[in-house]
Nanobody
């Protein structure tokens, strides 16, 4: 059974940077496209970024383009989300997800438990 475990969240100041990590187990990591989603209090879960199995294809939500970077290390079964120039509107629980391919990246098969990122002004 595929398991995803996020780490790296916490409380940061506006304009700070944070890197989230997600470790994959229970399957073949390089067979999956990986994504990050976030859910702010009282709001729906939104797509943030996605990366193809090879790392050659990436997608970003308009709200994070130019500030966030998704990457992966297939040797370490890990996907990352580098978040720069954070602002309070980025405060949310961030979820890692795995999908069979980039076509389905916004409807992933597997989810992590989430990690909280709080940005104070």
């Amino acid at each position: 059974q595929v398991q995803l475990v996020e780490s790296g969240g916490g409380l940061v100041q506006a304009a700070d940077s944070v890197r989230l990590s997600c470790t994959f187990s229970g399957g073949t990591f390089s067979s999956y496209a990986m994504g990050w989603f976030r859910q702010a209090p009282g709001k729906e879960r939104d797509f943030v970024a996605g990366i193809s199995w090879s790392g050659g294809g990436r997608q970003y939500a308009d709200s994070v383009k130019g500030r966030f970077t998704i990457s992966r290390d297939n040797a370490k079964n890990t996907v990352y989300l580098q978040m720069n120039s954070l602002n309070p509107e980025d405060t949310a629980v961030y979820f890692c997800a795995a999908a069979p391919n980039m076509v389905h990246i916004k409807s992933p098969t597997y989810w992590g438990q989430g990690t909280q990122v709080t940005v104070s002004s």
